[in-house]
Protein backbone atom coordinates (compact mmCIF):
# COMPACT_ATOMS: atom_id res chain seq x y z
CA UNK A 1 0.00 0.00 0.00
CA UNK A 2 1.43 3.38 -1.19
CA UNK A 3 0.10 6.15 0.25
CA UNK A 4 1.71 9.98 -0.46
CA UNK A 5 2.22 12.94 1.96
CA UNK A 6 2.63 16.56 1.05
CA UNK A 7 6.67 17.38 1.00
CA UNK A 8 6.86 21.20 1.11
CA UNK A 9 9.85 23.15 -1.02
CA UNK A 10 11.48 24.78 2.15
CA UNK A 11 13.26 23.66 4.33
CA UNK A 12 12.36 23.87 7.87
CA UNK A 13 14.59 26.57 9.94
CA UNK A 14 15.31 26.47 13.35
CA UNK A 15 13.95 29.74 14.16
CA UNK A 16 10.66 31.20 13.72
CA UNK A 17 8.70 29.34 10.30
CA UNK A 18 7.31 31.51 7.39
CA UNK A 19 3.77 30.55 7.35
CA UNK A 20 3.67 32.27 3.56
CA UNK A 21 5.67 29.75 2.17
CA UNK A 22 3.06 26.78 1.15
CA UNK A 23 4.45 25.87 -1.77
CA UNK A 24 4.28 21.58 -2.22
CA UNK A 25 7.52 20.85 -3.82
CA UNK A 26 5.93 16.61 -4.13
CA UNK A 27 4.27 13.81 -2.84
CA UNK A 28 6.86 11.62 -0.75
CA UNK A 29 5.57 8.36 -0.38
CA UNK A 30 7.33 6.99 2.87
CA UNK A 31 7.94 3.40 0.98
CA UNK A 32 9.69 4.19 -1.24
CA UNK A 33 12.47 6.79 1.01
CA UNK A 34 12.30 4.21 3.56
CA UNK A 35 12.57 0.88 2.29
CA UNK A 36 15.17 0.13 -0.50
CA UNK A 37 13.73 -3.57 -1.03
CA UNK A 38 9.97 -3.85 -0.63
CA UNK A 39 9.90 -7.74 -1.25
CA UNK A 40 12.43 -8.30 2.29
CA UNK A 41 11.11 -5.30 4.47
CA UNK A 42 9.36 -5.57 7.13
CA UNK A 43 8.74 -3.82 10.43
CA UNK A 44 9.10 -5.29 14.21
CA UNK A 45 8.81 -3.31 17.81
CA UNK A 46 11.37 -3.23 20.08
CA UNK A 47 10.87 -4.62 23.77
CA UNK A 48 14.11 -4.02 25.92
CA UNK A 49 16.88 -1.58 26.74
CA UNK A 50 19.81 -3.06 25.63
CA UNK A 51 20.47 -1.15 22.57
CA UNK A 52 20.00 2.30 23.90
CA UNK A 53 23.46 3.73 23.16
CA UNK A 54 22.35 2.97 19.61
CA UNK A 55 19.66 5.19 19.79
CA UNK A 56 16.73 2.15 19.96
CA UNK A 57 14.44 2.34 22.49
CA UNK A 58 11.64 0.66 23.98
CA UNK A 59 8.52 0.66 21.52
CA UNK A 60 10.71 2.00 18.67
CA UNK A 61 10.10 0.23 15.42
CA UNK A 62 12.52 -1.25 13.45
CA UNK A 63 12.50 -1.76 9.68
CA UNK A 64 14.45 -4.34 9.16
CA UNK A 65 15.76 -5.95 5.57
CA UNK A 66 16.61 -9.32 5.16
CA UNK A 67 18.32 -9.47 1.46
CA UNK A 68 20.91 -7.40 3.19
CA UNK A 69 24.26 -9.38 4.03
CA UNK A 70 25.68 -8.05 7.39
CA UNK A 71 28.56 -6.08 7.87
CA UNK A 72 30.55 -5.64 10.57
CA UNK A 73 29.07 -3.49 13.22
CA UNK A 74 25.33 -3.60 11.73
CA UNK A 75 22.74 -3.84 13.91
CA UNK A 76 21.08 -7.21 13.15
CA UNK A 77 17.73 -8.89 14.18
CA UNK A 78 18.93 -12.45 15.17
CA UNK A 79 17.44 -15.32 16.41
CA UNK A 80 19.39 -17.13 19.01
CA UNK A 81 18.10 -19.86 20.91
CA UNK A 82 14.78 -19.78 19.26
CA UNK A 83 14.17 -15.89 20.72
CA UNK A 84 14.56 -12.93 18.61
CA UNK A 85 17.47 -10.24 19.18
CA UNK A 86 18.72 -7.11 18.19
CA UNK A 87 22.45 -6.35 18.67
CA UNK A 88 25.26 -5.17 16.77
CA UNK A 89 26.87 -7.49 14.87
CA UNK A 90 30.59 -8.08 15.18
CA UNK A 91 32.98 -10.76 13.93
CA UNK A 92 36.33 -11.02 14.34
CA UNK A 93 38.80 -13.83 13.78
CA UNK A 94 36.23 -16.09 12.98
CA UNK A 95 34.35 -15.37 16.44
CA UNK A 96 30.88 -13.64 16.09
CA UNK A 97 29.44 -11.32 18.80
CA UNK A 98 26.20 -9.73 19.29
CA UNK A 99 27.51 -6.81 21.22
CA UNK A 100 25.07 -5.09 23.30
CA UNK A 101 25.02 -0.89 23.47
CA UNK A 102 23.84 -0.78 26.84
CA UNK A 103 26.79 -1.52 29.45
CA UNK A 104 24.25 -3.36 32.04
CA UNK A 105 23.84 -6.17 29.48
CA UNK A 106 26.22 -8.61 28.59
CA UNK A 107 27.24 -8.79 24.70
CA UNK A 108 26.60 -12.37 23.37
CA UNK A 109 29.69 -14.44 22.35
CA UNK A 110 28.29 -17.14 20.03
CA UNK A 111 29.41 -20.86 20.79
CA UNK A 112 30.07 -23.15 17.14
CA UNK A 113 26.98 -25.60 17.99
CA UNK A 114 24.58 -22.04 18.90
CA UNK A 115 21.19 -22.19 17.73
CA UNK A 116 21.39 -18.78 15.31
CA UNK A 117 20.29 -17.32 11.94
CA UNK A 118 20.18 -13.39 10.96
CA UNK A 119 17.02 -12.79 10.19
CA UNK A 120 17.96 -9.42 8.73
CA UNK A 121 20.29 -5.87 8.78
CA UNK A 122 18.25 -3.22 10.54
CA UNK A 123 18.10 -0.11 8.05
CA UNK A 124 15.92 2.67 9.85
CA UNK A 125 14.53 3.07 13.24
CA UNK A 126 11.47 4.63 14.15
CA UNK A 127 11.18 6.25 17.46
CA UNK A 128 7.75 6.51 19.48
CA UNK A 129 6.53 9.60 19.97
Not at 45 to 71: E, H, T, Y
Not at 100 to 126: C, H, M
Request: hydrophobic share 40%.
Amino acid sequence: MNYAIPLYHSCVKAGFPSPADDFIEQYLDLNEFLINCKNSTFFIRVSGSSMINAGIFQDDILIVDRSLKPKKHDVVLAILDNEFTVKRFIKQSGQIILKSENPKYRSIYLQPDAKFEIWGVVTRVIHKP
